[in-house]
């Protein structure tokens, strides 16, 4: 795998079962569903239903849970490429619009993919294309003996 191949979906699969907790509890409850990977670009949809706030609208955190997703999934294939492990130490999102139904798309790209950090900007669009959210995340790359 290059860095601008993105991974079938069997490779994502395996992927996913390779970490130790999968996708996570979080993205299953939220209907996260990864559909292309690799260190130049990560997309993922997400229903609006089940995710949204008491006037119906999509969560601002549902939005950030989803864009963290991205944006670590990133990280963690660039960290690969060093022998190390991507962690998230900062994010932050600006809500554009409301989505109150349908489903909506982030699309992680990196701004910024260094031996200690890395950091992608997320675009979060509903199904018309219109911008929902936009976020930054940066993640330290750091060696795997330090998680445990």
């Not at 991974?7 to 994502?12: D, V």
């Not at 995710?51 to 990133?74: F, K, M, R």
Request: aromatic share 2%; glycine share 12%; hydrophobic share 35%.
């Amino acid at each position: 795998m290059t860095d601008t191949t993105p991974l079938s979906s069997t490779e994502i699969d395996a992927y996913l079962s390779a970490l130790p907790h999968g996708m996570g509890g979080l993205n299953e409850k939220m209907g996260v569903t990864l559909t292309e990977i690799s260190v130049e670009r990560v997309v993922a949809t997400m229903p609006v239903e089940g995710n949204t706030q008491p006037y119906g609208l999509l969560h601002g955190g549902a939005s950030i849970a989803l864009a963290e997703t991205l944006g670590s999934v990133g990280s963690g294939l660039h960290a690969q490429t060093l022998g190390k492990l991507a962690v998230g130490v900062d994010i932050n999102a600006t809500h554009h619009r409301a989505a109150t139904s349908g489903i909506v798309t982030g699309v992680a790209t990196p701004a910024h993919l260094g031996r200690t950090s890395a950091t992608y900007e997320i675009v979060i669009t509903d199904e018309r294309g219109k911008r929902v959210c936009t976020s930054r995340i940066t993640c330290a790359l750091i060696d795997p003996q330090r998680i445990g």
